[in-house]
């Protein structure tokens, strides 16, 4: 289904018609209304984007909501528009949270470009991601899955030999792995992973007891793509990985920024 896009303008106009037309060229479903709250209350459940047309004389209450949907759900707010207004709005308290500004004169083609990599980061982060917790510790994969299932789809496995039976036929989005196993410690397994070019580019992050210097350095030394200490409460574990989910879809889209 074509993802949909909230259009708010603060008067209509050529330029306004001709970014909704591009939009909808591109497969997008836009909805287009004034810069009015109750009128933008109602689509509040439906949209994930949304485009704020401004000029010098734009509803600074309005902006104040949009950016208010942006910190509260998850929204993403592009601002396009009069110089003379953007700049205004730039000004404004949380101003950080507007994801990129396009003063007039617009290239139509580059903002639609950008709308859609944004729809499709925005698509990949609401994806409910797949995580596969490696731990010879029955008790804690049991808390790793009660602390991650609501967040996460988790599947667990208590050595190298279950993984590699796992990876055989699954591609998780992430590994947690701890370090001290029987067997294959966590430093070989992750060997093994990294050399089946099947399972290479799957991230792994350590997710371990060990803080001391010795096993630290053995651990960069493979280089995985993080390292978590089994002592953080499930708010700050949960939080990490959000971090790292969002982060791995700017490094894959090339970031984004003001423009």
């Known amino acids: 289904m074509a993802q949909k896009i909230l259009f708010i303008e603060s008067m209509q106009g050529f330029i306004n018609q001709a970014i909704v037309n591009k939009l909808a060229q591109n497969q997008f479903r836009v909805a287009r209304v004034k810069d009015d709250m109750e009128e933008i ?49 730039m000004k404004t308290e949380e ?92 430093y070989e397994v992750m060997a093994k992973i990294r050399q089946n070019p099947l399972t290479s580019k799957i991230p792994i992050i350590f997710l371990t007891g060990q803080n001391d210097r010795t096993s630290v350095m053995r651990i960069i030394s493979q280089k995985p793509d993080g390292y978590l200490l089994k002592t953080m409460k499930m708010e700050e574990l949960l939080d990490s990985l959000d971090r790292y989910f969002v982060e791995s879809i700017l490094r894959n889209n090339g970031g984004a920024g003001n423009v």
Do not use: C
Request: net charge negative.
């Open 41 to 89: 209350s109602r689509y509040r459940d439906e949209i994930e984007i949304m485009i704020y047309y401004l000029t010098a004389y734009y509803n600074r209450a309005v902006l104040k909501y949009l950016l208010e949907m942006v910190r509260e759900d998850r929204k993403v707010l592009t601002v396009v528009g009069d110089a003379q207004g953007i700049a205004d709005a």
């Open 95 to 186: 101003n950080d949270l507007i994801h990129a500004a396009y003063p007039r004169p617009v290239n139509i083609n580059q903002l639609v470009e950008d709308v859609r990599a944004l729809a499709s980061s925005h698509q990949e982060y609401n994806r409910r991601k797949s995580i596969l917790v490696i731990d010879d510790d029955s008790d804690f994969l049991k808390v790793m899955h009660s602390w991650l299932k609501e967040s996460y789809q988790v599947d667990t496995v208590r050595s190298g030999a279950e993984a590699a039976k796992y990876l055989s036929t699954m591609r998780p989005d992430l590994i947690l792995l701890d370090y001290i196993m029987p067997e294959q410690d966590g």
